[in-house]
């Protein structure tokens, strides 16, 4: 196929998706893939690990790895290598091949590996199988976890620097994680990632840990290299030592009990899978089968069945109870670094350096998935309880897995390469370990660190020596941050006065200013309403003016009636008395006609003048009677107008006083007015400086809780490493007096026997005193020189024994002397030692409370 055919192909391939809704065939969509990246290297001529993809015949066969794809799995090793996350990579240059290419060669395996549109798909090789954890995980044994409580903190090696950690295990069901040390194994809780406990070992090196599936019993293997190994269980309530099995003459490299605890099963260097009887210590079998070193044994949980796995890539599963051979699951292209079986013993799991994890199903013992996990190899592998894990690998890298297989978290950049990995109880934490002897603690769900454990703690007065070094520190800063906080409380609750007084006066002077504001306004209706009285008394006072001017005229025209009224009667009585002055002189006149006509029209004169004198006084006095009316109008139309001047000027007065205090109402409005803008202006400058002290508060209580904080873990370590170290005592004291009652026990032993070889002695050397006393009275008594020869040398050898058994007797007197001393020395050492012994359980029983 020409060059510009196979980019055309595979551009149809990335550039037209419903290609691959129809048959994804080996002739049409997945050779093209292979001429294009992989035919250099895998043809018939060049075939590279024995592998040739040019045919499709030559393709189905695989490479001397064995077959590369199968039919319906999509974890084929083909998928893995072309992602580039197992080797070989494929190409072995340049970037993986593209996704839409790979989705190509993963529809091509689903579809079953058809070599063209006529073939007929083949079925998978794999059975199916239900991977779903059976039963309810968290379905755990009755009563509480098991939990380390007062144990040992008193570490029984410090080195000068940390080692690779070997292994590391969390509890099935308490918050507790065990990590192999140098010559002991810790117990570290996960919650607080504090120290709970120090199991010694003292017999080498602990390599591989193990909880039973109640969580109550640690197994522990190892030893010393080339030359011993054992394994020991822990209760890890108490830190019991309830069982040693397994001599090896090698260190154990993997070991674990059986759920019923009747049989250990060790693995190591020396390719055999050993079962132990865990009653009396004896081997129970042998199995050769693994050429090479075993790295990983793991019983099922229920018990029924144990995998092996060895630094060759082979891995087994045999009966649990006899050790007959159950499966052999081959796949692996290099060493096992584990195997373990799920909660449910249904699925085992078994990481390689091959950089592989594949699960097997222990019905029929077939793979039923397989994820190349990490680049360079699987370092470790861990199960969670709900069916979840966790991998570790040489790429630096961790992973988190979900139930289904599917990659859930990566924690990338490891400090160095990750030798074991733990997931806690609760599948909140993972802790990864390394081989600096680092162990980091991640939160599962953002994949950060959350802290860090020791894995070479120091000694109890060294952590003693050091918080005492903290003490200082610790309190400085609690007592720096305490008086930030006060001062930053106090200038939050002066600004917050300031903003209530800043507030109360908005309040008043927005008062103030309303009260200025209806002052004014009810000057202003005032000021109108005075005005329009002004103008209606003004009106009134134009009216009684008027009115009285009206009156008065009307009064002076009346007067001046009076008065022409008056000159009238006047007039009339002037004339009237002329006329009878003319009357009287006419009647001096002497001629009597004359005097009689003269004073007959006198008479009549002064008769019509009396009648005019009469009527004019008459008019005259009903003038000056109608005059009272009008001079009583007149005074009432003053007085009326005088009362309206009055009302007038008044009202003007005050109209002229409201005037005058509009301008001062009007700048009692503006005062307020401009104190409200100020005073408002000023509340959120000063809620703005209550906000900084609220934050700067905020700030310094953060800092004040956390120096509190400190303090309390402060005191709560120098309580609890106090306490330790009381318990370190008592424990060391416990053993001086078990030691010193056991001396007791042999001394009064030895000195029964020696006191009963004292008597012996002297019963002995009384009969051999009384023998040779015998014999010297014989002495005394022979004449036979023979005889005599005789009984002196009985009596040279009684001599000697006598001296030999005085000697004793000496020797044996001497040493029951001592012993009675070293007795009489021992006993009240115990009795003191038993008296420290309770004073420090008394001490320690009161510091139970505080010790948390």
Do not use: C
């Given at each position: 196929m020409s060059r510009l055919a196979v980019h055309f192909s595979v551009f149809c391939l990335s550039a037209c998706p419903w290609v691959m809704a129809d048959k994804v065939t080996y002739d049409e969509h997945v050779l093209p893939i292979f001429e294009q990246a992989c035919l250099n290297c895998h043809n018939p001529d060049k075939a590279k690990g024995g592998l040739d993809l040019s045919t499709y015949p030559a393709t189905?066969?695989?490479?001397?790895?064995?077959?590369?794809?199968?039919?319906?799995?999509?974890?084929?090793?083909?998928?893995?290598?072309v992602r580039q996350t197992a080797e070989p990579i494929m190409p072995p240059e340049g970037d993986a091949l593209p996704n839409d290419q790979i989705k190509t060669l993963e529809a091509w395996i689903t579809g079953g590996l058809l070599e063209n549109s006529s073939s007929?798909?083949?079925?998978?090789?794999?059975?199916?199988?239900?991977?779903?954890?059976?039963?309810?995980?968290?379905?755990?044994?009755?009563?509480?976890?098991?939990?380390?409580?007062?144990?040992?903190l008193e570490p029984a090696t410090v080195a000068p620097r940390t080692s690779a950690i070997h292994a590391m295990v969390t509890s099935p069901w308490a918050p507790l994680l065990a990590v192999t040390g140098q010559n002991q194994v810790l117990l570290y809780s996960t919650s607080n990632l504090e120290l709970v406990g120090i199991l010694p070992f003292p017999e080498g090196e602990p390599v591989s840990l193990a909880f039973t599936p109640?969580?109550?019993?640690?197994?522990?293997?190892?030893?010393?290299?080339g030359k011993s190994g054992v394994t020991v269980t822990f209760d890890v309530t108490t830190g019991e030592r309830v069982l040693t099995a397994a001599k090896e003459f090698d260190t154990v490299l993997s070991a674990d009990l059986s759920p019923d605890l009747s049989r250990v099963v060790t693995g190591s260097p020396s390719k055999l899978i050993k079962l132990w009887n865990s009653e009396d210590g004896s081997r129970l079998a042998a199995i050769k089968k693994h050429t090479d070193w075993i790295m990983s044994v793991d019983f099922s949980n229920d018990g029924i069945l144990l995998a092996t796995g060895d630094r060759n890539g082979g891995v087994w599963v045999w009966e649990g109870t006899t050790g007959n051979e159950f499966h052999t699951l081959r796949g692996h292209q290099a060493g096992i670094t584990e195997v373990?079986?799920?909660?449910?013993?249904?699925?085992?799991?078994?990481?390689?350096?091959?950089?592989?994890?594949?699960?097997?199903?222990?019905?029929?013992?077939?793979?039923?998935?397989?994820?190349?996990?990490?680049?360079?190899?699987?370092?470790?592998?861990?199960?969670?309880?709900?069916?979840?894990?966790?991998t570790a690998g040489r790429d630096k890298t961790a992973k988190l897995w979900k139930p289904d297989f599917g990659q859930q978290k990566t924690i990338p950049k490891l400090p160095d390469i990750p030798t074991s990995i733990a997931l806690d109880t609760e599948n909140k934490r993972v802790f990864v370990a390394d081989y600096q002897g680092l162990i980091a603690a991640y939160d599962t769900r953002s994949g950060k660190q959350v802290g860090t454990i020791d894995s070479n703690p120091p000694t109890i007065p060294t952590r003693l020596a050091s918080l005492e070094k903290e003490r200082v520190t610790v309190l400085k800063e609690f007592d720096d941050s305490n008086a930030a906080h006060q001062a930053s409380v106090a200038k939050v609750r002066n600004a917050e006065v300031r903003l209530t007084e800043n507030r109360k006066a908005v309040v008043q002077s927005k008062e103030a200013h309303q009260h200025a504001k209806q002052a004014h306004e009810e000057h202003k209706r005032l000021i109108q309403t005075t005005r329009q009285k002004v103008d209606r008394l003004n009106q009134q006072k134009a009216q009684a003016n008027q009115a009285n001017q009206k009156a008065v005229t009307e009064a002076k025209n009346h007067?001046?009636?009076?008065?022409?009224?008056?000159?009238?009667?006047?007039?009339?009585?002037?004339?009237?008395?002329?006329?009878?002055?003319?009357?009287?002189?006419?009647?001096?006149?002497?001629?009597?006609?004359?005097?009689?006509?003269?004073?007959?029209?006198?008479?009549?004169?002064?008769?019509?003048?009396?009648?005019?004198?009469?009527?004019?006084?008459?008019?005259?006095?009903?003038?000056?009677?109608?005059?009272?009316?009008?001079?009583?109008?007149?005074?009432?139309?003053?007085q009326h107008l005088q009362r309206a001047s009055d009302e007038w000027n008044r009202e003007k007065e005050a109209l002229a006083k409201h005037d005058a205090a509009l301008p001062s109402l009007k700048q009692a409005i503006d005062q307020t007015a401009k104190r409200i803008k100020e005073l408002e202006k000023q509340g959120p400058e000063i809620q703005k400086s209550i906000?900084?002290?609220?934050?700067?508060?905020?700030?310094?209580?953060?800092?004040?809780?956390?120096?509190?904080?400190?303090?309390?873990?402060?005191?709560?370590?120098?309580?609890?490493?106090?306490?330790?170290?009381?318990?370190?005592?008592?424990?060391?004291?416990?053993?001086?007096?078990?030691?010193?009652?056991?001396?007791?026990?042999?001394?009064?032993?030895?000195?029964?026997?020696?006191?009963?070889?004292?008597?012996?002695?002297?019963?002995?050397?009384?009969?051999?005193?009384?023998?040779?006393?015998?014999?010297?009275?014989?002495?005394?008594?022979?004449?036979?020189d023979a005889k005599r020869t005789e009984l002196l040398a009985l009596?040279?050898?009684?001599?000697?024994?006598?001296?030999?058994?005085?000697?004793?007797?000496?020797?044996?007197?001497?040493?029951?002397?001592?012993?009675?001393?070293?007795?009489?020395q021992l006993l009240p050492s115990i009795h003191r030692r038993r008296k420290e012994l309770a004073t420090h359980q008394t001490l320690y029983d009161s510091r139970s409370g505080t010790s948390e």
């Open positions: 189905m066969k695989g490479g001397s790895g064995g077959k590369i794809v199968e039919a319906g799995d999509t974890g084929s090793k083909l998928i893995a290598v007929k798909a083949k079925k998978p090789t794999k059975p199916k199988f239900d991977t779903a954890l059976a039963g309810d995980p968290s379905s755990r044994p009755a009563g509480p976890p098991p939990f380390p409580s007062d144990l040992l109640n969580g109550r019993y640690l197994i522990t293997g190892g030893g010393i290299a373990r079986f799920r909660a449910d013993s249904n699925i085992l799991a078994s990481a390689s350096e091959d950089g592989s994890v594949r699960f097997w199903e222990m019905n029929g013992g077939k793979e039923v998935k397989k994820i190349d996990a990490h680049k360079g190899g699987v370092t470790t592998f861990a199960w969670g309880i709900d069916g979840t894990f966790a007067d001046r009636r009076i008065q022409d009224a008056q000159q009238e009667v006047d007039q009339l009585g002037k004339r009237l008395a002329a006329t009878k002055e003319s009357r009287q002189a006419a009647e001096k006149e002497k001629d009597e006609t004359k005097r009689a006509a003269t004073l007959q029209s006198h008479d009549q004169q002064i008769q019509q003048q009396s009648k005019q004198l009469a009527t004019a006084e008459q008019v005259l006095a009903e003038l000056r009677k109608q005059a009272t009316p009008f001079d009583t109008r007149r005074d009432e139309t003053q906000d900084e002290a609220n934050k700067e508060r905020s700030e310094t209580g953060s800092r004040l809780w956390k120096a509190r904080l400190a303090l309390n873990h402060h005191a709560h370590l120098v309580r609890r490493w106090s306490r330790a170290e009381l318990l370190s005592e008592i424990l060391q004291t416990r053993q001086r007096i078990a030691d010193d009652q056991l001396k007791s026990e042999e001394l009064a032993a030895s000195f029964a026997a020696t006191s009963k070889q004292v008597e012996a002695l002297q019963v002995e050397l009384a009969e051999k005193r009384q023998e040779l006393g015998a014999i010297l009275g014989q002495l005394a008594a022979v004449t036979d009596e040279a050898t009684l001599t000697s024994i006598i001296e030999d058994l005085e000697s004793n007797m000496t020797q044996a007197s001497s040493q029951l002397s001592k012993q009675r001393g070293t007795l009489d």
